[in-house]
T-cell receptor
Framework: GQQLNQSPQSMFIQEGEDVSMNCTSS?????WLWYKQDPGEGPVLLIA?????ELTSNGRLTAQFGITRKDSFLNISASIPSDVGIYFC???????????FGKGTRLSVIA | DSGVTQTPKHLITATGQRVTLRCSPR?????VYWYQQSLDQGLQFLIQ???????AKGNILERFSAQQFPDLHSELNLSSLELGDSALYFC?????????????FGPGTRLTVL
């Protein structure tokens, strides 16, 4: 089935550093969603993107919908310890199909 | 707190057994989604119900079934359990049936099959 490839799989960064992660697909997506999962919790939606080229921010988080519609990027600026968790990209492969999730990027922040 | 509740939080059972996981969606949400999360497979969509009717089906095994009741709560039934069924099971809900609408996830049920 449809797969989303996320990279990196995991990253260790110092508090205060900026973080970049991305998500790619072999086919076009019309919606990109970024979720964060804290340990022991369910995923929480961070940012939703609906248009190619769209750049959307949510506090220190910024996500972009790639112009090819086959990728998306998430940046976190000035990381803090509570940014620790797993970040998932997701999207419906076509307009009305269920969400497909990437396998996640596990972020660790060293104080 | 997403407003989605799931019970139980943890479940430990033996192979061959049957269990039922329960989910109550956020107030006003008509859609319920079930996902399975295992270490090597990430989040896998199982099934969606919208206002009591099955709306979409993913890679759900025949041993698994679900339903949504008139009060909109949902149950996921897992039978003839195997070791490989051990995973986190999440329920999510959304206002409408469209998959690109924001889904709110519950805290999950951790199933361990021994």
């Amino acid at each position: 089935g449809q797969q989303l490839n996320q990279s990196p799989q995991s990253m260790f960064i110092q508090e205060g550093e900026d973080v970049s992660m991305n998500c790619t697909s072999s086919s076009i997506f019309n919606t990109w969603l970024w979720y964060k999962q804290d340990p022991g919790e369910g995923p929480v939606l961070l940012i939703a993107l609906y248009k190619a080229g769209e750049l959307t921010s949510n506090g220190r988080l910024t996500a972009q919908f790639g112009i090819t519609r086959k990728d998306s990027f998430l940046n976190i600026s000035a990381s803090i310890p509570s940014d620790v968790g797993i970040y998932f990209c997701a999207g419906p492969p076509s307009g009305n199909t269920p969400l497909v999730f990437g396998k996640g990027t596990r972020l660790s922040v060293i104080a | 707190d997403s407003g989605v509740t799931q019970t139980p939080k943890h479940l430990i059972t033996a192979t061959g057994q049957r269990v039922t996981l329960r989910c109550s969606p956020r107030s006003g949400d008509l859609s319920v989604y079930w996902y399975q999360q295992s270490l090597d497979q990430g989040l896998q969509f199982l099934i969606q119900y919208y206002n009591g009717e099955e709306r979409a089906k993913g890679n759900i095994l025949e041993r698994f079934s679900a339903q949504q009741f008139p009060d909109l709560h949902s149950e996921l039934n897992l039978s003839s359990l195997e070791l490989g069924d051990s995973a986190l099971y999440f329920c999510a809900s959304s206002e409408s049936g469209a998959p690109y609408n924001e889904q709110f996830f519950g805290p999950g049920t951790r199933l361990t099959v021994l």
